[in-house]
Nanobody
Framework: QVQLVESGGGLVQAGDSLRLACAAS????????MGWYRQAPGKQRELVAT???????RYADSVKGRFTISRDNAKKTVYLQMNSLKPEDTAVYYC???????????????WGQGTQVTVSS
């Protein structure tokens, strides 16, 4: 099994910054795409940003220029630096990672438990 554990959420004011982190652990053979998704109350989960093992990134239009995703492959950790936060960024943020695991090198797609980000106006 592969576990993802997020940290760094909290309550901030509009315009503030937060940095989320997500560490992967378990029997990981390779960790390919890691990313962040978010789900606001009453809304569907949506992509925020992803980063490949080679460093290619992808962002939702709503966060471009404000959020930066990065990863430390040695630590199996992905980060999300969130600047200029807005009330509409309020959501539970989930980490996602996929790749291959175990001696049999089976594919996996795992989610973290989520971390709450609340931005007050």
């Amino acid at each position: 099994q592969v576990q993802l554990v997020e940290s760094g959420g909290g309550l901030v004011q509009a315009g503030d910054s937060l940095r989320l982190a997500c560490a992967a652990s378990g029997s990981i053979f390779s960790l390919n795409v890691m990313g962040w998704y978010r789900q606001a109350p009453g809304k569907q989960r949506e992509l925020v940003a992803t980063v490949t093992s080679g460093g290619s990134t992808r962002y939702a239009d709503s966060v471009k220029g404000r959020f930066t995703i990065s990863r430390d492959n040695a630590k199996k950790t992905v980060y999300l630096q969130m600047n200029s936060l807005k009330p509409e960024d309020t959501a539970v943020y989930y980490c996602n990672g996929n790749g291959y695991m175990g001696r049999s090198i089976e594919p996996f797609n795992s989610w973290g438990q989520g971390t709450q980000v609340t931005v007050s106006s």
